[in-house]
């Protein structure tokens, strides 16, 4: 028996990845057993065990060892094991996000979907397009992506200007729901089809009045209409832009801010 090659985390966390695992199912469970014993004498708290699934077959032995399933992907499995009674695990991820858009024209013409599917006993209603943000996705490029490929038009991000934040969306999981204000470069519709029942423009008085309209819509798009909101901002020796996104009101930088506050 030997000890599991391994990294560690700032956390008290020690680390088994896929590729340093040996591929034998009793030389895998005795290993770890023996590995367990020796990082039971450490200060180390947990120990995350990744599995790819072409490694399924040592799942067994490691639940067997007191592992648990702390999250999962299409392709991995990560378990979870304590070594100190108390240990705290993180949560895994808690929420989805989302993101619609307020597209506004030169004609005072708000872009609106229909979708094609909606839940059981729920109204069909016109919405704002947008959908999900993908994995690694920012909301600003998300939001105009989203609303290209369901409606085919092409736009630029303006700012953030609400967001709902709900529980028991799917899976018991939450989901925050954002609304950026875009303006339209381009006017000409192209729906999606394959999620997309009715696509157009429509006056914004119009939409503001309208019964087939939900007041959630109506609200949102009100409260977009309404300055400050919230732009994309880069912060100085934060982090690589490619990591992360700040919405700011424009006032932020207002160096009269204290004075006026007070």
Same mark, same amino acid.
């Given at each position: +028996?030997?000890?599991? /090659?391994?990294?560690? #985390?700032?956390?008290?966390?020690?680390?088994?990845?896929?590729?340093?695992?040996?591929?034998?199912?009793?030389?895998?469970?005795?290993?770890? /057993?023996?590995?367990?014993? =020796?990082?039971?004498?450490? #200060?180390?708290?947990?120990?995350?065990?990744?599995? +790819? *699934?072409?490694?399924?077959?040592?799942?067994?032995?490691?639940?067997?060892?007191?592992?648990?399933?702390?999250?999962? !992907?299409?392709?991995? @499995? +990560?378990?979870?094991? =304590?070594?100190?009674?108390? %240990?705290?695990?993180?949560?895994?991820?808690?929420?989805?996000?989302?993101?619609?858009? $307020? %597209?506004?024209?030169?004609?005072?013409?708000? @872009? $609106?979907?229909?979708?094609?599917?909606? =839940? &059981?006993?729920? *109204?069909?209603?016109? /919405?704002?397009?947008?959908?999900?943000?993908?994995?690694?996705?920012?909301?600003? #490029?998300?939001?105009?992506?989203?609303?290209?490929?369901?409606?085919?038009? &092409?736009?630029?991000?303006?700012?953030?200007?609400?967001?709902?934040?709900?529980?028991?969306?799917?899976?018991?999981?939450?989901?925050?729901?954002?609304?950026?204000?875009?303006?339209?470069?381009?006017? &000409?519709?192209?729906?999606?089809?394959?999620?997309?029942?009715?696509? &157009?423009? +429509?006056?914004?008085?119009?939409?503001?009045?309208?019964?087939?309209?939900?007041?959630?819509?109506?609200?949102?798009?009100?409260?977009?209409?309404? /300055?400050?909101?919230?732009?994309?901002?880069?912060?100085?020796?934060? =982090?690589?832009?490619?990591?992360?996104?700040?919405?700011?009101?424009? !006032?932020?930088?207002? !160096?009269?801010?204290?004075?006026?506050?007070?």
């Amino acid at each position: +028996m030997s000890i599991l /090659k391994s990294t560690t #985390d700032p956390f008290g966390g020690i680390i088994l990845e896929p590729n340093n695992l040996p591929t034998d199912l009793k030389v895998f469970a005795n290993d770890l /057993k023996e590995s367990i014993h =020796r990082w039971q004498a450490t #200060d180390s708290k947990l120990v995350w065990l990744k599995l +790819m *699934i072409s490694q399924s077959n040592l799942i067994h032995p490691a639940v067997n060892l007191g592992f648990n399933f702390h999250h999962t !992907s299409e392709q991995s @499995l +990560m378990l979870v094991y =304590r070594l100190k009674s108390k %240990a705290f695990i993180p949560p895994f991820a808690s929420h989805y996000i989302g993101i619609g858009g $307020v %597209a506004i024209n030169s004609k005072n013409e708000i @872009l $609106v979907v229909r979708e094609k599917y909606v =839940r &059981k006993g729920q *109204i069909n209603q016109l /919405k704002l397009p947008g959908g999900a943000i993908n994995a690694d996705e920012h909301l600003v #490029d998300g939001v105009i992506r989203e609303v290209l490929e369901e409606t085919g038009v &092409k736009t630029e991000f303006v700012s953030i200007s609400s967001f709902r934040h709900i529980h028991e969306y799917r899976y018991q999981k939450s989901d925050i729901y954002f609304v950026a204000l875009l303006k339209p470069l381009s006017n &000409k519709i192209t729906p999606q089809t394959e999620e997309i029942e009715e696509c &157009k423009w +429509m006056p914004l008085q119009e939409y503001l009045n309208s019964s087939e309209i939900s007041d959630f819509n109506k609200i949102v798009v009100k409260s977009t209409l309404v /300055k400050p909101n919230f732009k994309s901002k880069l912060i100085h020796e934060y =982090r690589s832009p490619d990591l992360y996104e700040f919405f700011l009101p424009d !006032s932020v930088e207002d !160096s009269n801010l204290v004075d006026r506050y007070f």
